[in-house]
């Protein structure tokens, strides 16, 4: 989906990003998507579309990557994908090389400025 939003209404996870459930990512990237929307919100709490407008933006670029990751599981067997970083073996892809990082914010933090 080319937006995550519109007006006051936000997805997230599957709603909005869904990735392969052969990615064992589903529920991963609904969990950081929801903290991403939450302390966005609280950040900008004064300031609803600014809020929503942050977490899209912080969040598109991982929710890309591990859509990749699920695009790439229909290549050949054996043969490196996405960028040559992940092997399948048989077919069955490494699901530790899978799991994607991401830093999430020091909302609290930041929500405690002035």
Not at 8 to 14: A, E, H, K, P, S
Not at 46 to 73: H, K, M, P, S
Request: proline share 4%.
């Amino acid at each position: 989906m080319s937006r995550w939003s519109r007006g006051r209404i936000v997805l997230v996870g599957d709603a909005g990003y869904a990735v392969s459930l052969g990615t064992g990512q589903a529920i991963s990237v609904a969990m950081v998507g929801a903290c991403v929307l939450a302390g966005e919100l609280a950040t900008h709490k004064d300031d609803l579309f600014g809020g929503i407008a942050a977490y899209e933006e912080g969040l598109r670029a991982y929710v890309t990557r591990n859509q990749d990751i699920a695009l790439a599981q229909d290549a050949k067997p054996d043969e490196p994908t996405v960028e040559g970083e992940i092997a399948f073996t048989r077919g069955i892809p490494d699901f530790g090389a899978l799991t994607l990082p991401f830093a999430l914010k020091n909302y609290e933090e930041l929500v405690r400025r002035p």
